[in-house]
């Protein structure tokens, strides 16, 4: 049998080196490097619903726009050099 999650739990998890703060609560759930206040949260509906894989997407293809080479970016409004 399992228990209803009614407060926070808090337990402490070592992420490659790093210790953060992983806090459940019946909202979501929160990640939080060790010794600050802000970190990462995540809905449980997010979760359910697919929002946080689309939203992890997402950021994923926009972080290959920003470390591709310029060369290979065009931008938006510039004139190419000819």
Known sequence: ????????LKREVAIAGDDYTLTI????????PKGRRKGYELSWRA????????ATALNASLQQVRDAPESSQTAVGKKRAE
């Open 1 to 8: 049998m399992t228990t209803k999650l009614r407060s926070p």
């Open 25 to 32: 609560t019946p909202d979501g759930l929160k990640l939080v």
């Open 47 to 54: 979760l359910v619903t697919g929002d946080a894989a689309l």
